[in-house]
Nanobody
């Protein structure tokens, strides 16, 4: 299984960004997917999850600003991020999950930096 994230870059506060994660080597359509992030000196935290049938959940810190979605035909999961703030700066990772939310596989991450 391989997960490849892309789309991370530097953006100004209040800006928007869309991250993508392309999955290969597994039946993507039946797998829950998630986005996590890790800032320097902090633990990796789960911020958004989407089930195989499209049900979503979000960490309180990103509710109303981030949207997770998936395109099963493209084997891709997305994270749309709006109103980005400096505290959103982190390496963002996508992960393939089991039904109990444990991680099957991680991507290598993509850096998001929010700074003026």
């Amino acid at each position: 299984v391989q997960l490849l994230e892309y789309g991370g870059r530097m953006v100004q506060p209040g800006g928007s960004l869309r991250l993508s994660c392309v999955v290969s080597g597994t039946d993507f359509s039946i797998a829950p997917m998630a986005w996590s992030r890790q800032a320097p000196g902090q633990e990796r935290e789960l911020i958004a999850r989407i089930s195989s049938d499209g049900m979503t959940m979000y960490h309180d810190s990103v509710k109303g600003r981030f949207t997770i979605s998936r395109d099963n035909g493209k084997y891709t999961v997305y994270l749309e991020m709006k109103n980005l703030q400096p505290e959103d700066s982190a390496v963002y990772y996508c992960s393939l999950r089991r039904s109990d939310n444990s991680v099957l596989s991680w991507g290598r991450g993509t850096q998001v930096t929010v700074s003026s």
